[in-house]
Structures are given as C-alpha cells and as structure tokens.
C-alpha cells in the first residue's frame, strides 16, 4: 500500500473524533456497537489511517447527535469572520468521491453552515437517518441533475432549482447527470 499525504484537516478530524468518543466515555468496542462502525475502522480512522467515508461519518454523528457541519467546525482550528478560499476546509469521501467544502462553518455565534458540495457523475449516496433531526437544508443546484430522496419524496433538481426541507429521517443524492452535479447548501 503506497503511503497516502494526510492534510491538517484530516488529522484534525481524526484527533476531534478520538476526543469526542473520550468525550462520551466510550470505548471503541462500545462506539463499534453503537454506531454500526467496526472497530477496526473506528481505530483506523482515529489513527488517521483511512479517511471516514459520508457514510461513516454520518454513523458517528448518529451516535453523537451531532450534525455533520459541527463536527467539521469543531475539526476547524480557526473561527474567523472572513475565510478566503484557500482557507476553506475540503473534505473527499475516499469511497464516492463526494467533495465537501465548508465556505461558511457554524461557530460559537452563528448557527447556519454554507457548504459547497460536488458529486461526480453517476453517483449515489444515502444515509437511513438523520444525524440531528430537523435541521433545516436549503439546496441550489448549480451544475448537474439530481435527484433527492427524502423519506419517500423524490424530488428531481435541474439547474438554478432549490429544494428546501427539515431532515428528519432517511435520506438519498443520487446524480442523474453524465458531470458532475454541484450545488451549495444551507444547513440551520
């Protein structure tokens, strides 16, 4: 296995989710039982191994109750009014390939996240829960055709389209496009 560059972020998410297991006086065996997450992908991950997937990630916010944008703040070291481009947190599921720009992450005083987000053609990611319930998701699609599932409503975005919904229970994304679909959203 070829060794892999491992960025700030992602050691910084590493050493976030070893604290929070600690946090919560959880053992890796009882984290592995709770999450649905092996505990040899528990250890990897907090050893910064591997890198989570959505799905994994989104088990262990499960877990904690914890919606994906906090966690991903509380992996940010900076909390700032102005965050250039370069600055920005990006994070790519290593199994999709779903790319995760955090333009804007919650902080201790503002509680809405905007997050840039691409998934390439063909791709389909789905997750049975909600991290957190009824958090608030407004999506733009900018590029791309995409199909959203939520519970048993399927909705089907064209470009310039905006779907607006309280996350309470299973979710899907799946693109329809031959490109990637690109879109920003915004989570409360």
Known sequence: ????????????????????????????????KKSGVSKATLHRIEKCD?????SV????CASYNLPLSFL?????????PLISREEQSVWVDPST????TSVSPPSEYLGCEVVECELPAHTFMSSEKAPVLNLEHHVY???????ITIGSDVYQL????????????SHAFKVLSAYPAIFIMVIL
């Open 72 to 80: 991903m703040m509380q992996a940010e070291k900076k909390v700032r």
């Open 97 to 100: 390939g779903y790319k995760r």
């Open 50 to 54: 591997v890198s989570p997937t959505t």
């Open 57 to 60: 990630l989104g088990k262990l």
């Open 1 to 32: 296995m070829s060794e892999k560059h491992i960025t700030d972020f992602e050691k910084s998410l590493a050493l976030r989710l070893k604290a929070l297991r600690n946090e919560n006086g959880l053992t890796l065996d009882e984290l592995a």
């Open 141 to 147: 699609l900018l590029n791309g055709e995409l199909e």
């Open 158 to 169: 064209s470009e310039g389209d905006c779907l607006r919904y309280k996350l309470s229970g």
